[in-house]
């Protein structure tokens, strides 16, 4: 902008993966030959373990131009199919990635393996996803065979190694890097508008800061700190419970204000329209860590969680919202999983003779298990 | 209901009632795609009753539905003097003597995730900038009269556009009659007298012809137009208007000769207390004039319309009248209007067929097992309420951003209250030409960005991000685009060529 209202300076408070991968994205966006980020790092690391990266994270490495071999390497990478997550019932649920089956004649595959099962003529439903059976063998494949969709996956990666990986993106792209000064958590000033953070040697300045740190407790009166862009301070979403969230939702988060890309005014209608597309997309992670928290009855507090389960427990179809991050199959894995099964199944799977279909669904079981067995072969010759 | 078990009987019995472009394109596809589950489908019609349809214009959705149907293009280009279209020009909106196109197709190339129209906006005071209209290869086209399909190949700037159809709507009915037929549809002549209701729940039970015949049903389609036989005069659902932000509640239209080259795109003109529409078939050019009976006369109107007709006047003008809204459920009870009966948008953003096959796509996505289906209802209505909205909003920014204050009618939508939905969208442009992003809903962002600038809303600020490049830079990308559509838009076939050879009437 020609007015002098750029932004020019972003500081990012906080540790660990939630300040790195911000910083490194950033830094891929807005080039070092005109803008300033750092990293103050105050707080705590929670860089311990192994995360799960989803499918969309392969997004962000196109545009950070990190390599497979790379993320081998630097986080021990491994290819994720999906991912299990314990239900109030005590089972585990696993939610793949992948589709079920194939669509088929402008109806969904469930549909019509829902009118078999109905009829003893299907295996059950996690039998025909191939995500699903290549993760229960413990192997990969990259290709799907003929007729079944493409495989989609994301990656397990060390958390600390992949850490250290968007750092070094992140500073050789040019970013700084500061020590937090002692006895302070960086934004302590609590007002609407933060201009500097203070360091070990100073201070830092700043047009913008992204809170990376957790959001405090409701406990603390500190308002700056509730989720969401307010002034020119964007906090960070939080965790979730559901592995590759909280790492979708970073990326998301930085994607979404890249699009709405501010300056020096901080527009009201501009921040607004980033929190209410944070506060979309954080309701549709809340509906699905309550259908695994909660029993069924209990889950009437979110009206599209409500809609999902009464449309679904009715015949089989998944209302989408809008701004969905978990896709159909996932929520089928998730509601099938959570015990409730469609009463019906959708008209349009009526349409082929049971014959028909009973054969069609025996293919598509055998086409997977070959493909299951030949990833088997495979990890053998390796 | 229905938590555990299925309750209800089979779902055995449609009957579609009325027999216009909404009546044969839901008969014929409910036929094509559920004739096979031992649906019995019925329409009844009378010819006595004429079809409102005038020249329609469609958006690309429509080649799906054929397609679904198993249509073969040129067999439908030729039964209904079809033409192809690729946007609508709006002349005289913001301004008079302005014309803009939304085209089928997004602008320029997006750039390190930032959208094409920032660049523009960035470059708007350059001459050699020039409009947003040399950044589409469908304007260039429309504005050239060229027409041939999109290319497979993603990587060609051919393939960057969609197409849709101008055509005759009084032939599209008794062409997909012959398709519904083939599925098993059972087509019965005769006015509907009478409809018996069920006197414990309120339903439909059934229809009675003029011949005394009582055709029963268990799932009625409400097709009878405006009038709203059963779900109105019947059922009683009622109507959300939407007139206080959409005026407009009557139409006149005419065919007349054609004259000039055959244009792949539908214009809509601002008139002085509405809009008039030109949609060029192979035969004729179809004229009507949409117009607020609160700021001119009909005689006025039609004297608007006759006036600036290009050729010979085909017939006697022909008067329709509106109320803008829809109704409170489109689907009530055993009832799902589906067509004018249901609601009615005016065709500024060629909505009216596009909502005929929502209202069909979304039955049966819902389509019942059996005959309790509240709850599909429910959602149902929930989808169509969505959809309805969403092209209303969209619909009252072509009114409300305008700078015309050479009559009353544009003195009052330019200063109208506006819904917030809308005046929240047209803040977050203004300010940097930011589009409100949702998932569902028929306009996307290409759209919004076309009708936002075409209609001078110019975003103040532009996307900081732009300056990354040098003025230089930005304006060399800039002239290698122009280039590209240019070049791109001379090399396609002319319309009126392309058709001779694909879909003239006369061809089957």
Partial sequence: MKDGGAIRKIVIVGNGLRAWLPAAYLSARLPKTVYSISVVEYGKKYDIGSLVARPMVRRMHQLLQISEQELAQSANAKLVLGVSVPHSSGQTITMPYGQYGVDRAGAEFHQYWRRAFGEGQAKELSEYNLAYKLDQAGVYARSAPKGLPAIDYGYSLSQAGYCELLKAHALGAGVSCHEGAAGSDGLSCGAGHVTRIPTSDGNAECDMVIDANMCASTSTADKSRLSGWHGNILQLPNQSPIPGIELQLLIMAMERLIGLWPDRQFLACETGEYNRLDRAVRDRVADMELLFSRGVEEIKQSAALARKIKVFSRRGRIPIEDHEVFSKSEWLAALIGSGIMPVQHDRLADRIPIGDLSRWLRSIDLAITQTVERAKEGRRVR | ?508
């Fill in chain 2, 1 to 508: 209901m229905g938590d555990t078990v299925a309750k209800g009987k089979k779902l055995a019995q449609v009957v579609i009632v009325g027999g216009g472009t909404a009546g044969w394109m839901s008969a014929a596809g409910l036929s094509s795609m559920l004739g096979k589950t031992g649906l019995s489908i019925t329409l009844i019609e009378s010819k006595a009753i004429g079809a409102v349809g005038v020249g329609e214009a469609t958006l690309p959705h429509i080649k799906f539905f054929n397609d679904s149907i198993g249509i073969n293009e040129a067999e439908f280009m030729a039964a209904t003097s079809a033409t192809f279209k690729l946007g609508i020009e709006f002349v005289d909106w913001a301004r008079k003597g302005d014309s803009y196109i939304h085209p089928f197709g997004d602008f320029g190339l997006a750039n390190d995730g930032i959208s094409f129209h920032q660049y523009w906006n960035s470059q708007k005071d350059n001459p050699e900038t020039g409009p947003l209209d040399l950044y589409s290869l469908p304007v260039m086209a429309c504005r050239a009269a060229k027409f041939q399909p999109p290319a497979d190949d993603p990587r060609s700037v051919l393939s960057t556009y969609r197409y849709a159809y101008q055509f005759d709507a009084l032939k599209y009915a008794p062409f997909l009659r012959k398709h519904a037929e083939a599925h098993g549809v059972k087509q019965l002549e005769g006015k509907v007298v009478d409809v018996h209701l069920d006197p414990e729940q309120g339903s439909v039970q059934s229809v009675v012809l003029e011949n005394g015949d009582v055709i029963h049903g268990d799932l009625f389609i409400d097709c009878t137009g405006f009038f709203g036989l059963l779900i109105e005069k019947a059922l009683e659902t009622g109507y959300d208007e939407w007139t206080d932000w959409l005026p407009c509640d009557r139409a006149v239209a005419v065919p007349c000769q054609s004259a000039g080259p055959l244009l792949p795109y539908t214009r809509a003109t601002a008139d002085k207390a509405g809009w008039r529409w030109r949609i060029p078939l192979q035969h004729r050019t179809g004229n009507g004039h949409v117009y607020a009976s609160g700021f001119t006369t009909d005689a006025e109107a039609e004297r608007a319309l006759v006036d600036n007709l290009e050729g010979e006047m085909l017939s006697e003008p022909r008067q329709l009248r509106f109320v803008t809204g829809k109704r409170k459920k489109l689907w009530n009870r055993n009832c799902v209007a589906i067509g004018l009966s249901g609601g009615f948008l005016e065709p500024l953003e060629s909505t009216s067929i596009y909502l005929i096959q929502e209202g069909i796509t979304k039955l049966l996505e819902h389509f019942p097992q059996t005959t309790d289906f509240m709850d599909d209802a429910e959602e149902y209505n929930r989808l169509i309420d969505l959809e309805f909205e969403r092209v209303r909003d969209f619909l009252i920014l072509h009114y409300h951003a305008t700078e015309r204050d050479d009559s009353d009618f544009w003195n009052h939508v330019r200063t109208m209250e506006i819904p917030a939905s809308l005046a929240e969208k047209m803040e977050l442009f203004r300010a940097r030409g930011r589009v409100v992003k949702y998932d569902h809903g028929l306009f996307l962002s290409p759209s919004w960005v076309a009708v936002y600038l075409g209609q001078r809303v110019i975003p103040s600020q532009y996307d900081a991000r732009v300056d990354l490049l040098s003025d230089d830079d930005i304006a060399a990308h800039m002239e290698g685009l122009r280039t590209l559509m240019k070049t791109a838009a001379s090399g396609m076939s002319d319309h009126q060529t392309y058709i001779n050879s694909n879909g003239m009437a006369g061809q089957f």
